[in-house]
C-alpha cells in the first residue's frame, strides 16, 4: 500500500478546507418568540422575560441592534443573481410622551451584524454624518420613521421609507393600510404603543419592493408603497438582517414580538393576538375589587364622599376653566407634554439660583433633572409680571411645541400653576453660541471654524424647515446669537420662538413695522461693507482662530451674510438658496453694496432673516 494518500483525495480534502466556514443554516424561519441564541443583540437591545425584543427603551441618544446571527445567501454565486426573499413582523413603537416619537425603527439587511460607528436620532443607529450615502454601505433598510428630518427630506414624522446607504429615502409614504375591498387608504400611527405587523416582500427578478401594514394577522392584497429598485449592487453574496432602532433628546421604546423570513417565497403572517399587550407607561392603579367584596357598607360611605369631593372640583374646575378659557382653548389640542408643577419644582431643587443658566426679560432659564427619568431639562420660568412673557408662553407653544427637527431646540412640555408658567426644553450642555464667542477675553470655549461653519449650516437648515419644511410658514422674528443654542456635540439648534408668526403657504407676508437693530450691529455691517468694498474682506475674521480657517469657506459665508443683510426684502436670497450656497451646490453671485442700513425690516416667507454679522 502506497504511503501517500492519491491526489485526488488530497484535493477533496483541501476542496473541504476552502469550503466557507460560516454558511446560512437556514433560509427561513419564524419567531413567535425570542431567545438569546435566536439573535445577535447590542446596544440598548435586549430580551425580554417573556421573550419580546426591545431595541430601545426611554432613554435619550440610544442605539438598539438585533440581528439574526447567520449570514444568508442573497445572491447565487455564479450568476450574480439577486434572490427574491420575504419578510413579516410584529412591532410596536411607545413613545414616552404622547404624540412626541423618537425616533423610529428599520427593517436591515446588512454585511455586517457591527454598525461601527453609527449614530442615534436621525441616523435609526445604520450609518453616521459621515458615512450616510456611501455606496460602500451596502445597505437596505425599511424604516419606520416617527420624527421628520427635514435635511432628509422627510415627508412627515409619521412614514414609512425605503433606504439603500442613505437616510433620504429613495421613496415614502405616509403610515397607513389598507382595507380589503376598500380602496381608501386607513390612517395609522406609528407610534401609537398598538402592535403593528409589517410585510416587505423582494422580487428579484422585477425588481419591486413592496411593503404592507396592518393592525390585524391577514396581510392586505394591496400594499402601502410599491417601488422598483435593483439591489444587486447593493447586496453582497451572504448579508446578515435583522433590526435597528435609535432614540434621540426624545425616546420611544421599540418592540418586536414576532419575526418570520423566507428565501423561496412568503413569509408566514403572525397572528397579532398571540403576542402580549406593549408595556405602556406606568399608571397608578387602584385596585378595589377585594375592597368591594369584603367592605361593601364602608366602600359605600367612600363613594359617596367622593361623589361630595368630585362635585366640588368640579365647581372649581369650572371657575378655572372659565377664568383660563383662552388659554384652554389651545391645551386640549396641545402636542407638548403637560408636567405636573411639582415634579419640576423638585427637578430644579425649588428654582435654586445655584441652577439659574439663563435670564431675560420675560423670565428665568433653570437646569433640572425630571425626578423619575433622571433626564437633564431646561425650565424656563415666566414671570408673573410679564404680560409679554405670557404672550410669548403662548407663542411658544403654538409654534415650537408642534415643530419637529433636528436644529430646533425641543419643547418638551409645559406647566401651569396658580398663574406661574413653565416651559420644558431639551438641556443644551454648551449653552448659547454668544457666550462662546461674544464673551471678551474670557469666552465659554473657542470654536474652530470648522464648528462655526456647522452651526451655520445647522441654523440656515433649521430656518428652511420653518420656512418652506412645515405645514405653515414661521417666521421667527429674532435671530441671533444668544438664541442658538449648543448641545454637547455642539451641534447648532435655534430657540426662543417666544416673538415668532405663523403664516399660510403661498401669502405674502406684508411687513407692518420694521425692527431697529442695535448701534453695535450696524455698525459692524457696516465695517463689513467696507472691508468688502477695499477688498480685505479677511480682516472681519476673529483673530482668536489664529489664521487657521478655509479662506474660501469663510469669503462665501461673509458675501452670503452681506445679501441677508440686505435692507430691500427683495435682493436677499430664501433660504433654499443659502443651503445651495453653503453646501457649494451653487456658486454666491456677486454682490452689490447696500443703499443704507439705517433699518432692518420684518422678513417675509421668500427671505432667510437679518444675519447680524458679528466677527466670524
Not at 232 to 254: D, I, K, N, R
Not at 361 to 376: A, R
Amino acid at each position: 500500500m502506497s504511503p501517500h494518500p492519491p491526489p485526488c483525495l488530497l484535493l477533496f480534502l483541501l476542496h473541504l478546507h476552502l469550503l466557507p466556514i460560516h454558511p446560512t443554516l437556514s433560509q427561513s424561519f419564524i419567531y413567535t418568540t425570542f431567545n438569546p441564541t435566536n439573535l445577535t443583540t447590542n446596544g440598548n437591545a435586549t430580551i425580554t422575560t417573556t421573550g419580546i425584543l426591545q431595541l430601545t427603551n426611554v432613554s435619550s441618544h440610544t442605539i438598539g441592534h438585533a440581528l439574526y446571527p447567520h449570514p444568508i445567501r442573497f445572491k447565487t454565486p455564479h450568476t450574480n443573481t439577486t434572490l427574491s426573499f420575504s419578510t413579516a413582523f410584529v412591532f410596536s413603537i411607545v413613545p414616552r410622551y404622547r404624540k412626541l416619537g423618537g425616533h423610529g425603527l428599520a427593517f436591515t439587511i446588512s454585511p455586517t451584524k457591527h454598525f461601527i460607528g453609527a449614530q442615534p436620532s436621525q441616523y435609526l443607529g445604520l450609518v453616521n454624518v459621515t458615512t450616510n450615502g456611501n455606496s460602500s454601505n451596502h445597505l437596505f433598510a425599511i424604516e419606520f420613521d416617527t420624527v421628520q428630518d427635514f435635511e432628509f427630506s422627510d415627508i412627515n414624522d409619521n412614514h414609512v421609507g425605503v433606504n439603500i446607504n442613505h437616510m433620504k429615502s429613495v421613496n415614502s409614504t405616509k403610515a397607513g393600510f389598507f382595507v380589503d375591498g376598500n380602496v381608501t387608504k386607513q390612517d395609522l400611527c406609528l407610534h401609537s404603543g398598538k402592535k403593528i405587523q409589517a410585510w416587505v416582500d423582494y422580487d428579484g427578478e422585477n425588481h419591486q419592493v413592496d411593503v404592507y401594514l396592518s393592525l390585524f394577522s391577514n396581510k392586505p392584497r394591496k400594499p402601502i408603497m410599491s417601488v422598483f429598485v435593483d439591489l444587486t449592487p447593493v447586496f453582497q453574496e451572504f448579508m446578515y438582517v435583522g433590526f435597528s432602532s435609535s432614540t434621540g433628546v426624545l425616546a420611544s421604546s421599540h418592540y418586536v414580538f414576532g419575526w418570520s423570513f423566507n428565501m423561496s417565497g412568503n413569509a408566514s403572517s403572525l397572528n397579532v393576538d398571540q403576542f402580549p399587550e406593549p408595556v405602556l407607561p406606568l399608571k397608578k392603579n387602584n385596585n378595589t375589587k377585594g375592597f368591594v367584596f369584603r367592605f361593601g357598607t364602608t366602600l359605600f360611605l367612600v363613594f359617596c364622599i367622593f361623589v361630595i369631593m368630585g362635585g366640588v372640583y368640579i365647581i372649581k374646575k369650572f371657575k378655572i376653566i372659565k377664568k383660563t378659557e383662552a388659554v384652554e382653548s389651545w391645551e386640549l389640542d396641545l402636542g407638548p407634554h403637560s408636567y405636573c408643577y411639582r415634579e419640576l419644582k423638585e427637578g430644579t431643587k425649588g428654582f435654586n439660583e445655584k441652577l439659574l443658566i439663563g435670564f431675560g426679560g420675560s423670565g428665568k432659564v433653570y437646569k433640572g433633572v425630571l425626578p423619575d427619568s433622571g433626564v437633564e431639562i431646561a425650565v424656563k420660568r415666566i414671570s408673573r409680571q410679564s404680560k409679554q412673557g405670557q404672550k410669548e408662553f403662548l407663542s411658544e407653544v403654538s409654534t415650537i411645541g408642534r415643530l419637529r427637527h433636528r436644529n430646533l431646540v425641543q419643547l418638551l412640555g409645559w406647566s401651569r400653576n396658580k398663574g406661574e408658567l413653565l416651559l420644558v426644553y431639551e438641556f443644551m450642555a454648551n449653552g448659547s453660541l454668544d457666550k462662546c464667542i461674544y464673551s471678551g477675553n474670557k469666552p465659554k470655549m473657542i470654536l474652530s471654524w470648522d464648528q462655526r461653519f456647522k452651526v451655520i449650516k445647522d441654523v440656515a437648515n433649521g430656518l428652511l424647515y420653518l420656512h418652506e419644511g412645515w405645514e405653515q410658514t414661521v417666521v421667527h422674528r429674532d435671530i441671533k446669537a444668544g438664541n442658538v443654542l449648543l448641545d454637547s456635540d455642539l451641534n447648532g439648534k435655534l430657540g426662543d420662538f417666544g416673538l415668532a408668526k405663523l403664516y399660510e403657504h403661498g401669502s405674502n407676508p406684508v411687513t407692518t413695522k420694521v425692527l431697529k437693530a442695535s448701534p453695535e450691529e450696524l455698525i459692524l455691517v457696516d465695517w463689513v461693507w467696507d472691508k468688502w468694498r477695499e477688498g480685505c474682506l479677511l480682516d472681519v475674521v476673529d483673530s482668536r482662530l489664529k489664521g487657521e480657517f478655509n479662506e474660501g469657506e469663510v469669503t462665501m459665508v461673509l458675501k452670503v451674510g452681506l445679501m441677508c443683510s440686505n435692507d430691500e426684502p427683495s435682493s436677499r436670497p430664501s433660504m433654499r438658496q443659502v443651503i445651495r450656497y453653503l453646501e457649494r451646490e451653487a456658486p454666491v453671485p456677486e454682490i452689490v453694496g447696500p443703499s443704507c442700513y439705517g433699518v432692518v425690516m420684518e422678513i417675509d416667507q421668500h427671505a432667510p432673516a437679518l444675519v447680524k454679522l458679528k466677527s466670524l
